[in-house]
């Protein structure tokens, strides 16, 4: 039940930054987390960053550094702040909804369409 609509994607040259918003509509619960998501042609889906109710981050290696995730849980609006891009970061970005529990562990149930993030040389 919860619509999630990625914003911000765009062409940048390396080295450039970019800042992409994700807006969830519909309910959320306060226990979930947020996440961003990419995936480049002919790679698997990798996460990116994740942030929890709380605030609390987590980053892909390649990740570290350069982006930092945030939300506005008063907006129901998660950001992905991208600096120094990469041409390796070029990929189609998600954001997601997800839970976590000890016995299942993770799952995001909700997600994104994406938006095309490409990093020229």
């Known amino acids: 039940q919860v619509q999630l609509v990625e914003s911000g994607g765009g062409l940048v040259q390396a080295g450039g930054s970019l800042r992409l918003s994700c807006a969830a509509s519909g309910r959320t619960f306060s226990s979930d987390y947020m996440a961003w998501f990419r995936q480049a042609p002919g790679k698997q889906r990798e996460l990116v960053a994740r942030i929890s109710h709380t605030g609390d981050t987590n980053y892909a290696d390649s990740a570290k550094g350069r982006f930092t995730i945030s939300r506005d849980n008063a907006k129901n609006t998660v950001y992905l702040q991208m600096n120094s891009l990469k041409p390796e970061d070029t990929a189609v970005y998600s954001c997601?909804?997800?839970?976590?529990?000890?016995?299942?562990?993770?799952?995001?149930?909700?997600w994104g369409q994406g938006t095309q993030v490409t990093v020229s040389s």
């Open positions: 997601a909804l997800g839970t976590y529990t000890d016995y299942g562990g993770w799952f995001f149930g909700s």
